[in-house]
């Protein structure tokens, strides 16, 4: 028999704020968290975007300074999410053999790898550190998180690009529900905010040139958009079974209900236009959390603000939810954060399972000219969600093809 299975605490710490509370209410007052970069290697290497949507507080203000030292940026931010979302829940007392980890990262820790490599061809081999490796390897946020609760029912990472985030909550939540585990932290993070990376997305031609304009540039829907804007951070949520949650007086967000994963076998960058695989992706979720698609009342969409990417996802929603679909409350809160890569999951996650809780659809940013061939809904301010027994689902598609979906329902 399959066990029901609940949120009971939340972490995140994003462009918008440090901690999962105040980017929430900063993403619901419509701001952006999306800046001009002023490092100094902005203008060494001659980046043609140079803006991003950096972590709102350091990593270093928040760990001690021997954490910070070795840990890699991707794995501080999911540290710090985590430790927040453990104390939201409760610190609950587990029995370490029941509990888990499934946290993601799409890239791993770049700025480590890199860093490191810079150091060899400079000072030689002697002077790289001895923690390299352990801090580059990409399940090193999990194991940080792990280690840091005695988690010893394993601590698993998902590596699908952008999908990344996503994919871990839909594992964790298979865990719980066939009863493997009582209790797992789930989400993801990254820290790519490096000139290679960005310099390598601008000449896929992927990234916003809105050098001019930051705050504009992630306009999910919008005819003007012109590419995704890079974001860093993390997010984390304590996933349980409701009957180990309910034993414990814990109090409840929002029950998970149904996750699909799928894949495109298209194009190892561009999603598949017809959006099939993504399509089926959000019908399993669905199908899974025994309702129809007429339940579903809020969608967080990926909506990175690509030309293609928006199209697809567009295409992908018409065949699931077809005359539903102008029934469905849209957000894209990529317009405010930007693009987390394998964290843009676990936060958007949390946005949809808070939308759920406080009955309010965040906004979507910079929706100045609307596509006109996207038909679509979209919440540009906070809009109250009615009725009980909320459904919602949140998007996730990375590189590689890859398609995650997971769908909550509301408790309160």
Known sequence: MFKKVVVTGIGATTPLGGDSKTTWQNLLAGKSGISTLTQEWVAKHELPVTFAGQAKTPATDVLTLQEAKRLDPS?????????EAWADAGSPEVNPE??????????????????????????????????????LMPNGPAAAIGMDISARAGVRTAVSACASGTEAIANAFNRIRNGEVDVVVAGGSEAAIHPLPIAAFAAMQALSKRNDAPEKASRPYDIDRDGFVMGEGGGALVLESEEHALARGAKIY??????????????????????????????????????????????????????????????ALKRVFGDHLPKIAVSATKSSTGHLLGGAGAIEAIFTVLALHERTAPPTINLDNP??????????????????????????????????????????
């Not at 990262?105 to 352990?134: F, H, N, Q, S």
């Not at 298209?266 to 025994?290: F, N």
């Open 98 to 135: 029941r509990l888990a980890v499934d946290y993601a990262t799409g890239i791993g820790g770049v700025w480590t790898l890199l860093d490191a490599y810079d150091v060899l061809k400079e000072r030689g081999p002697r002077r790289v550190l001895p923690m390299t490796v352990p801090m």
């Open 75 to 83: 794995s501080q931010f999911a540290l710090i999410a985590a430790r």
């Open 371 to 412: 596509d006109p061939a996207i038909e679509l809904d979209v919440v540009t301010s906070p809009r109250k969600l009615e009725g009980s027994n909320i459904l919602a689902i949140t998007n996730s598609f990375g590189f590689g093809g890859h398609n995650a979906v997971v769908a909550f329902r509301s408790t309160n």
């Open 254 to 315: 929002a029950e998970v209900v149904g996750a699909s994963v799928t894949s495109d076998a298209y194009h190892i960058t561009a999603p598949d236009p017809e959006g099939s695989a993504a399509a089926r992706a959000m019908i399993g979720a669905i199908e899974q959390s025994g309702s129809t698609i007429s339940d579903v009342v809020h969608i967080n969409a990926h909506a990175t603000s690509t030309p293609v990417g928006d199209i697809a996802e567009y295409n």
